[in-house]
């Protein structure tokens, strides 16, 4: 089989972590069985960049039911889980590409390896792998029935590519969908950044200031988990909409100029750029921590860190890098700016990913049903999909709710009774 994955060796504990995983997935596990009856990917060549955690092995395994040729790379250098990948490889016959700590040049190439397989369908998390095929590999994106994006720093590149008029295919923003954003950026981020961030650090969150960069979904899962845990939490914004939110949510809100003075810990969350820069370093307190949960390591400015830094030691623990600047004070570093609940633990937790893949899965099978149907163009998940996904966790979680009853439908559908 062509692939790239550090160690086959590995397989066996990354069977173990793909099979726990799929316990707590069981909207995508039935969607799996039901796939695997009516083939509804049947012969359909997909390409899939992804983190490669265990919850996308899942996925994968779901579109392989389907009789899809599936292969996966990796959407982060950092994020990809070797043991799984082994075990997608070794266990489940599906190609990877993807290996833990891969250069720029190894991750592209992996990118292409994926393209090389010529999909009819991809999936991104972050827009890469279409950006490759509006760029490098134009000549193969004529092909693409359509393209998932997972992530809303994907949305953001895809939307800008369809305003410049350049977009070439189809592409649905599963990020967008409230089966997906609401629980996955919310809660999971929140839970798994908070995760990251200890395991790194073994940092105390009670009574710490916890910055938090952003208060858009995933801020707003990191906030209420930081406070949560006894932190001190203060939100910064640039929206006067979500920052007066923020402050009605009970949060501190102050600019990143005042929040730098006084935070122990700083995450960013905002999908920007450059949001902690030289002069909030400067500011900062002696050994302050600094993170980012946000898809791409350009929301600290690294750079500017370096330049004011007289020393840097690398690994004063695993994915932490102690920066000392010409003011003797220390800033510690964390998995170098990369999203830290992917590098340092293990992502999202599955049961979250459950309904993120469940959209994703069943989102493929629409998009081979209007094959020819969708114009070139971003497009929403279809309410029915959010909502039957909604309603299958549900099912799975034993929770039911009321049905409107005839009076309530058509009372909701008139205007005529008021006070
Ligand atoms: P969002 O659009 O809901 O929120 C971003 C917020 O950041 C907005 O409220 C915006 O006003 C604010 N913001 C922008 N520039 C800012 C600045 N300079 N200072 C302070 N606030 C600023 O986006 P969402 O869904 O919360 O995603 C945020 C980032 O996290 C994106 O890059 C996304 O791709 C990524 N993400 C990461 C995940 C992970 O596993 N770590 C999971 C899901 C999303």
């Known amino acids: ?15 173990k972590r793909i099979l726990w995983a799929d316990n707590d997935m069981p909207v995508l596990a039935e969607i799996r069985k039901r796939f695997a009856k009516s083939k509804p990917l049947k012969g359909k060549n997909i390409s899939a960049c992804l983190h490669v955690t265990a919850g996308t092995a899942n996925l994968m395994r779901t579109l392989k039911a389907a009789v899809a040729n599936a292969v996966l790379c990796g959407s982060n250098p950092l994020s990809t889980q ?10 489940f016959k599906i190609p990877v590409f993807a290996v833990c700590g891969e250069n720029r040049s190894t991750y592209y190439k992996h990118i292409n390896a994926a393209i090389d397989h010529k999909p009819v369908i991809t999936f991104d998390d972050g827009a890469d792998l279409v950006n490759e095929l509006h760029t490098r590999r134009k000549k193969e994106g004529h092909r693409i029935i359509a393209s998932m994006e997972e992530t809303t720093t994907g949305v953001i590149r895809l939307k800008a590519l369809a305003n410049a008029g350049k977009l070439k295919f189809p592409v649905i923003s599963v990020n967008d969908a409230a089966s997906k954003h609401l629980f996955d950026n919310r809660y999971g981020t929140g839970q798994s950044t908070v995760d990251g961030i200890i395991r790194a650090t073994d940092f105390l969150l009670a009574g710490t200031k916890v ?13 209420m988990r930081a406070r949560g845990m006894g932190a001190i939490v203060i939100v910064t914004e640039i929206d006067p909409i ?17 929040a730098a003075k006084v935070g122990g810990l700083f995450v960013t969350l905002t999908g920007n750029k450059n949001v902690i820069r030289a002069e909030h370093f400067r500011a900062m307190k002696d050994r302050a921590v600094v993170a980012n949960s946000g898809h791409f390591n350009v929301e600290i400015d690294i750079p500017a860190l370096k330049k004011i830094s007289k020393k840097i030691n690398r690994d004063v623990r695993n994915y932490t890098d102690e920066y000392i600047m010409q003011n003797n004070r220390r800033i510690y570093l964390l998995a170098d700016g990369r999203l830290i609940n992917l590098a340092a633990a293990e992502g999202h937790p599955a049961s979250v990913m459950d309904m993120s893949f469940a959209t994703q899965a069943l989102e493929a099978e629409y998009v081979i049903k209007k094959q020819g149907g969708l114009t070139v163009a971003v497009h929403d998940v279809p309410i029915e999909i959010e909502q039957r996904v909604c309603r299958l966790k549900l099912k799975s979680m034993s929770i039911g709710i009321d049905k409107l009853t005839p009076e309530q439908v058509d009372y909701l559908a008139s205007s005529g009774e008021g006070t």
């Open 211 to 223: 910055v938090v960069a952003g208060y858009g979904w995933c801020g707003r899962g990191l906030a």
């Open 1 to 15: 089989m062509n692939c790239d994955v550090a160690d086959l060796s590995l397989a066996a504990g990354g069977k």
């Open 82 to 91: 070797d043991d799984v990948a082994a075990s997608l490889v070794k266990d």
């Open 242 to 258: 979500k920052a007066l939110e923020a402050a009605m949510d009970g949060f501190e809100v102050m600019s990143m100029a005042q």
